[in-house]
């Protein structure tokens, strides 16, 4: 008794209380780079749709891309762009999971992972509106998410023109953000043909791309090229010096095209504050 009202454990009243329903929102793509809009469109979606998280999801083998960046670089710099962010996680399911990786297959590992405790809000972009319909298994997508669009290309999409595309039972929100040209492939394009990219993409971002070399001609990526400093290590400016101590300890090897994971260099240099940084997991 406790001034003559009964007192009971706290776990007594856990059967009373109401569960909390977990908000995670997904984002998918190749991040082939990743870029500003990737991160923008995220904090919109978690702000305006009040999310608890929102995970990125690397595709692992997209059924409609081929020839993508491998999937271990790909994290790593999509890593370091949102390392920054505590509401950000990147998730490996699609990385590591084998064969055609389909949105329906992530939703449902989402599903038994979490349970009943979990509502999903699956982000695609306004380009991807009039395709989704034909998707994989689209009608369980729509079962299993929320879907939220986000304007691409300074387009306007209202709330009539999804009703138009969607089955009446989906149930979808539209991201409150300005829409963006700014693209992975603009980037890719840029990189190969020696233009600058240098504020469409993080700090982070930037340096992982010179860095691990990627997007320019095969006949760039040599043994000459990293001894002559145009990528790897050497390819660092004078006020880049701060990661040479780590990468000096890491002998760069062109077969197979490796470099040390950006992430981790970041880390033990002190670039990124480890409260915020978080170690890459592997979803079980």
Same mark, same amino acid.
């Given at each position: ?16 209380? *109401? ?38 999801? *690397?595709?692992?083998? *997209? ?18 762009? +949102? ?7 990147? &998730? ?25 405790? $979990?509502?999903?809000?699956?982000? +695609? ?7 989704? =319909? ?45 829409? &963006? ?9 840029? $990189?190969?043909?020696?233009? =600058? ?6 700090? &982070?971002?930037?340096?992982? +791309? ?20 145009? +990528?790897?290590?050497?390819? #660092? ?24 994971? #950006?992430?981790? #260099? ?9 409260? $915020? ?8």
């Amino acid at each position: 008794m406790l001034f003559g009202i009964p007192y009971y454990p706290y776990d007594f009243y856990q059967p009373f209380r *109401p569960k909390r329903i977990r908000r995670i929102g997904l984002l998918g793509g190749t991040y082939d780079p990743t870029h500003h809009w990737h991160l923008f469109t995220g904090d919109c979606a978690v702000t305006q749709f009040k999310l608890d998280e929102m995970h990125y999801i *690397p595709n692992g083998n *997209p059924p409609h891309k081929h020839g993508v960046t491998d999937g271990e670089i790909r994290c790593d710099l999509l890593n370091a762009a +949102i390392s920054p962010n505590k509401r950000f996680r990147v &998730s490996r399911c699609e990385i590591e999971r084998e064969g055609t990786s389909y949105t329906v297959d992530t939703l449902r590992y989402y599903k038994r992972r979490y349970g009943e405790d $979990v509502q999903l809000f699956y982000t +695609i972009g306004s380009d991807n509106l009039h395709t989704i =319909t034909e998707w994989h298994d689209h009608d369980e997508i729509f079962e299993l998410a929320t879907i939220l669009i986000a304007p691409r290309d300074h387009e306007e999409v209202s709330l009539d023109d999804v009703r138009k595309i969607l089955p009446a039972t989906a149930r979808f929100g539209i991201i409150d953000c300005p829409g &963006s040209t700014i693209s992975s492939s603009l980037i890719r394009d840029r $990189v190969a043909h020696g233009l =600058t990219y240098r504020y469409a993409v993080t700090d &982070s971002v930037w340096l992982g +791309i010179r860095y691990y070399g990627l997007y320019l001609d095969p006949a760039l990526r040599t043994a000459e090229a990293l001894e002559r400093g145009l +990528i790897g290590p050497g390819c #660092l400016a004078p006020h880049e010096n701060w990661a040479l101590q780590y990468f000096k300890r890491n002998p760069v090897t062109l077969k197979p095209y490796r470099f040390p994971s #950006l992430v981790r #260099l970041l880390h033990r240099v002190g670039y990124y504050d480890s409260s $915020v940084y978080q170690e890459p997991q592997n979803e079980e």
